[in-house]
């Protein structure tokens, strides 16, 4: 966001659905920590976006669904709706997380209902 070869995540989904014409599936979509919430929202947004401008984007992957240690640096990465402790034993629900997974949920489950039932 913000460079100035930017373009909207919804944008990109239609020119790959216009290419491939296939149903569409985002994977591996997430986000470190306190933004995690906040990128949810926006993503799934652009999947609706995308969605009512004729794209085909029939699922999206929230990745990953647990912390875990950094790739390179085994540093502890959180990230996951199941938010782990330091030394990965105990896991724990990351609550905001959850509140946006079931916020957008509803979200798609209305535009779902709309096409189907339409606008009445």
């Known amino acids: 966001l913000g ?4 373009t909207a995540l919804h944008m990109q989904l239609m020119q ?3 290419r ?3 149903p569409l599936l985002l994977s591996e979509t997430g986000a470190e920590a306190d933004s995690a919430p906040g ?3 926006m993503v799934c947004a652009e999947v609706r976006q995308a969605n009512v401008h ?7 992957c929230l990745y990953p669904v647990t912390d875990y240690p950094g ?3 085994n540093r502890h990465v ?5 938010r782990l402790d330091r030394r990965y034993r105990k896991r724990y629900v ?3 997380l959850l509140d946006e997974l079931s916020l957008q949920q509803s979200f798609f489950n209305d535009a779902r209902r709309i096409e189907r039932d339409g606008a009445s």
């Open 20 to 22: 491939y014409q296939r």
């Open 16 to 18: 790959i659905q216009q």
């Open 78 to 82: 959180a990230t996951g709706l199941l």
């Open 54 to 60: 004729g794209a085909n984007v029939c699922g999206n």
């Open 3 to 6: 460079h100035m070869k930017h």
């Open 39 to 41: 990128w949810l929202g």
């Open 71 to 73: 790739w390179d640096d």
């Open 94 to 96: 990351r609550t905001t």
